[in-house]
């Protein structure tokens, strides 16, 4: 039974570093490129075509399930890769906007709150004994939910400014991915006692995981920062 348990733990830590290593790489090669975009200038005249990355990025992250098949573990590794780098991008044109708007203090304010608020729900959904299951099936539809209002609020700002209208789908999105991270962090731990850790199909799902635990962290920054900075208007 203590031999048992040892393996289990053994599991968990291998496949859990495995996720939480490849996520803190992605986060390092978003940082990377958004610091030298803004270090250069660069920022400048990406600044125009930002909605082409953020457009590319929503593809790679809808497409990454259906590319695993057929891709190799080092083309799966490039795709999330490159999402990083179209997230870096993103995010060094349209971070030195909100500096310039707002004051950097609310760049580093967001940023050590979404640090804090997914270390959390992380923490939680890692050693919690409840079963979030029924709570990720609500929070999916939630999210696709997030994405039509999204896009219907993109356009209707074109016409009209609507700042109750950006809080609201802030707080949504903040609660949203929260509940998403601790989930995610509950299946993580779940797949880490089903798979073979050396397979391929489990460092496949491990890529997958990293990916969506990527997403989570970014979007709670991105909507702490938008809450944030409506504070400042």
């Known amino acids: ?45 990406l600044m125009p075509f930002w909605w082409v990355f953020a457009f590319a990025a929503f593809g790679i992250a809808m497409s990454f399930n259906a590319g695993l098949k057929r891709l190799s573990i080092g083309g799966v590794i490039g795709l999330f890769l490159t999402y990083a780098a179209l997230e870096g991008v993103i995010f060094g ?8 708007a707002f004051g950097g203090q609310v760049i580093w304010s967001a940023f050590l709150t979404a640090s804090a608020i997914f270390a959390l729900a992380m923490g939680y959904g890692m050693f919690t004994k409840n079963d979030l299951t029924s709570l990720g099936r609500i ?51 779940a797949y880490s006692m089903q798979v073979d850790v050396n397979s391929v199909a489990s460092y496949k799902l491990s890529m997958v995981m990293a990916l969506k635990m990527y997403i989570n962290v970014i979007m709670i920054f991105w909507y702490l920062l938008r809450i944030f900075s409506s504070g400042r208007r």
């Open 93 to 100: 044109t349209i971070l030195p906007v909100f500096a310039a």
């Open 139 to 189: 929070l999916t539809f939630g999210l696709i939910g997030l994405i039509a209002l999204t896009f219907l609020f993109m356009i209707l700002s074109f016409f009209t400014p609507m700042p109750f209208a950006n809080l609201l789908i802030s707080y949504l999105g903040l609660a949203i991915f929260v509940g998403l991270t601790a989930y995610d962090a509950q299946t993580i731990r």
């Open 1 to 45: 039974m203590q031999r048992g348990h040892i393996q289990d733990a053994q599991a968990v830590g291998t496949f859990s570093t495995r996720v939480y290593g490849w996520m803190a790489i992605g986060l390092g090669v978003t940082a990377f490129i958004a610091y030298f975009l803004y270090r250069s200038a660069l920022y400048v005249k």
